[in-house]
């Protein structure tokens, strides 16, 4: 079956693992944001540390809003390949689409989100990123002094103009007193 449209990209099976472990300590001693709607409340809040989402969601529409939101707000996010496995992970008898881990229970949780941030780094794109890069490649601007403004140009085309103006009805008045 092929991947849906707002999977960005392939997670290692060993990074969902980590990725459901995560959750499941979170859950136990930290806190964590169940489903759709109150993962992108904790998004748009600041709140999150880690959105989890599913592959498998039926309709797709339902999470594909949440890649681009994580990448607006800067928020690290993982897929996982089944809802069922992330909805038990976060201690529901149900499947769950998706999952925001706003406190951990410890340390080991953060350094873990950390590592896993680190693996992905190249995959997951954030707003602001494209636009250092194009910063970086666009030619750099000549100094305030290297060149006339166009304010000045113009004042100088102006002058020369009237100096043309002026030497021509002179030449005139020569010919025709001539």
């Known amino acids: 079956m092929a991947k849906p449209s707002y999977v960005k990209f392939e ?8 990725a459901l472990e995560v959750v499941e300590a979170s859950r136990a001693g930290g806190s964590i944001r169940k489903g759709t709607n109150e993962c992108t409340k904790a998004i748009e809040r600041g709140e999150a540390l880690l959105v989890v989402i599913a592959e498998d969601v039926d309709p797709p529409e339902i999470v594909m809003h949440l890649p681009e939101l994580c990448g607006e707000k800067r928020v690290p996010y993982i897929f996982v390949s089944e809802k069922v496995a992330l909805g038990k992970a976060a201690g529901l008898n ?9 406190k951990t ?14 693996k992905l780094s190249g995959k997951m794109s954030f707003k602001g990123e494209e636009k250092k890069e194009e910063k970086k490649e666009q030619k750099p601007k000549e100094k305030k002094g290297a060149s006339k ?4 140009e113009k004042k ?9 103006e002026k030497g021509a ?10």
């Open 94 to 102: 149900v499947g769950s689409a998706a999952i925001a881990v706003a």
């Open 169 to 178: 009805s002179k030449e005139e008045a020569k010919t025709v007193t001539a």
């Open 156 to 164: 100088e085309q102006k002058e020369e103009k009237k100096a043309e």
């Open 105 to 118: 229970a410890n340390a080991d949780g953060e350094s873990a989100i950390k590592d896993m941030v680190n």
């Open 149 to 152: 403004k166009p304010k000045e």
């Open 11 to 18: 997670t290692p099976v060993d990074l969902q693992k980590k």
